[in-house]
């Protein structure tokens, strides 16, 4: 909204609360002439014409909810022309007619205004559930029922005359209850908190009930006299409608339902209607009241019905919810554990089942290259094709990280088919990665005997296939390496001291054992590039020059290549080829920079650095520990990672501390350095 519109209509509604409160102390102070003809017969229009000309505004201005304003200020309007017909026609004549003109325009405000608040309702009742509906039916109709009890009562007992004037007196107490109604339910659909505008709206209604039922009294009994506080009660309702419309400019935020009493409402509502009720059977009150409280009576049932449905439905959820794992929707633990117990009480050896537990292989991997959301659809994916395995009586569930596990009735000879189709289904390759399951696999009950012993027998069979897979994995790398000790037979022990020390810079960072294992390999392979590198330029005894330098820093790409050619070895081989990155982002040969460079990588980048520095090389002496140490405490933040020179750091001192009675050197004993980390950035 403009802040020229704001700033308007902040003013215009400011003077209608003045004005307001100027016409209320009119009536509270009697008097005649010129100043009672200036407020009854000036002010108390202009307030009826600036509510009207609000709520016209509003319609027109702003489309949020127009179709409901439109309504509202139909409504307006009309109560607003009964008003000014009243005073053109009947203001002077002695006998008013009864009912007249002025009472179909005042009528007319009923329907418009109840159109206008279910259709400014409905933008909030989309997403209500059945016994919140439950709740505002029941509300609206117990007010009704209350309203019927009173307010219609009390014109029943003071109406007389034609069928014509009794309707007509009916007519405006049964609005009036019709839509307090509906606002005490729109109130109650939304946990009572229906937001600044229905709280004017909601205003605006009973204040117009109340004077609705104290004009109709008094005029029935002979008693009214105009001029008294009563007259200020309808433009203080019309401009409270104006008010509401120009709070209803933003849409309207979620209702909170956490936390909320859900019985609340209904019991509140049963004591209304039961009230009621007792009332009639002491003292005969009007059939409408009585089948209104009837009616709550039943929504109060109604809602006691959805909640004990409803508290049904959240106590299987929960219990569902408790025994299903939420990436890949199959069994947890806690499921297999019940069904496991349950099954063994009904397993012989003439019929048996099959347990058998899976981790998958390459799935680190697989989720460090392409992301732990990708890796959550892989596994989604992986158990249901798992799912398909058992068939009837069996079932497979899902332990936590990679391991999944089957259980199905099956002898020897199915168990085996079993196996071989759930390691299928458990296998996955595509551009770059490869997925596979390692398995140990159970008999029962001739193998185990309870749920605990099943499961620790096959968690010891599956960690020996997966180190026999290991140390399957391994061959590849130990015939690499042998070529390069072929080749290199004194590049042995900076191989061996550079994966070391990476260990040790591993764990003081706290990788995991996984990633700990991967390090050691990168640390072992990481110059195995090397070997497409010329014996002149390799073991040249003084500086290389650039064209040299741009031959060696190939060296890890060429790693990267031999190393993928074994799917075993391509993790490693990614890790490789970031060895020589630097953290500044002027390393090679992909100008990675921070951590964009695989942690593993500046690990080693680091380590190798370190070992580099402190042996002896054809082309200068060695660095003294503390000196090599100091020098990558100098590099930190632009060749090397800071945290990981912090680290490495930690891991010299527990060394030096574990071994101060050994022959390991004391890096306390600094000499001068001979050169920078920056000169020789690792080995080459």
Known sequence: MPRSLRRSLTAVQLAAIVALSAFTAHTLVPDEGRVAELFDDRLYYV???????????????????????????????????????????????????????????????????????????RSRARSLTPGVWADGITAALAVAALGSAVVVETVLDTTEGSRSVVVTNLAYPLGDVLLLSLVVGAFSLTRWQPGRAWLLLGASLAVSALADSVYLYATATGSYREGTLLDAAWPAALLLIAFAAWQDTERPKAVDMRGRALLAVPAACCVIAVGVLLVDHFQRVNLLAVALATLALVGVLARLALTFRENGKLLDLSQQEAVTDLVTGLGN???????????????????????????????????????????????????????????????????????????APADAAAAGRLLDASVEALTEHGEGFAVTSSFGAVILPDEAA??????????????????????????????????????????????????????????????????????????????????????????????????????????????????????????????????????????????????????????????????????????????????????LERCAGTQFDRQVVTALATALRERSRSAAASSFPDPTTATTPIGTAADWPASR
């Open 333 to 407: 633990r806690r499921r297999l554990m019940a069904d496991l117990e349950r099954m063994l009480g009904d397993a012989s050896p003439e019929r048996p089942w099959l347990l058998a537990i899976y981790d998958l292989d390459g799935f680190k991997s697989y989720n460090d290259t392409f992301g732990h959301p990708a890796g959550d659809a892989l596994l989604a994916r992986l158990g249901a094709k798992l799912a398909t395995v058992p068939g009837p009586g069996g079932d497979v569930y899902r332990l936590g990280g990679d391991e999944f596990c089957l259980l």
């Open 450 to 631: 309870d749920g605990s012993a099943a499961l620790r027998t096959a968690d010891g069979r599956l960690y020996t296939q997966k180190r026999a897979k290991q140390s399957s994995r391994d061959r590849p790398q130990e015939l690499l390496l042998q070529a390069l000790y072929e080749r290199e037979p004194e590049i042995h022990s900076h191989l061996h001291g550079v994966a070391e020390l990476a260990q040790d810079v591993g764990r003081a960072l706290g990788l995991d054992d996984a990633a700990l294992d991967e390090l050691s390999r990168a640390a072992m392979l990481h110059d195995i590039g090397k070997i497409a590198i010329p014996d002149q330029i390799l073991h040249k005894a003084g500086p290389l020059d650039d064209d040299e330098w741009v031959f060696v820093r190939q060296h890890t790409v060429v790693g990267e290549r031999i190393l993928g050619a074994s799917p075993a070895l391509r993790p490693i081989g990614r890790i490789v080829r970031a060895t020589h990155e630097r953290w500044d982002g002027t390393g090679y040969p992909d100008g990675l920079a921070g951590r964009e460079i695989p942690v593993e990588a500046r690990i080693v980048f680091a380590c190798d650095a370190f070992e580099a520095m402190t042996a002896d090389r054809p082309y200068r002496k060695a660095m003294s520990e503390a000196a090599a140490l100091a020098e």
């Open 47 to 121: 307030l009826v014409a600036t509510a009207v000309a609000l709520t016209i505004a509003r319609a027109v201005l702003v489309p949020l909810h127009r179709a409901a304003w439109v309504a509202l200020a139909f409504a307006v309007t009309s109560f607003a022309t009964a008003e000014f017909v009243w005073q053109a026609l009947y203001a002077d004549v002695a006998d008013t007619p009864y009912p007249s003109i002025a009472d179909a325009f005042y009528l007319g405000f009923y329907p418009a205004s109840y159109a206008g608040l279910i259709l400014l309702f």
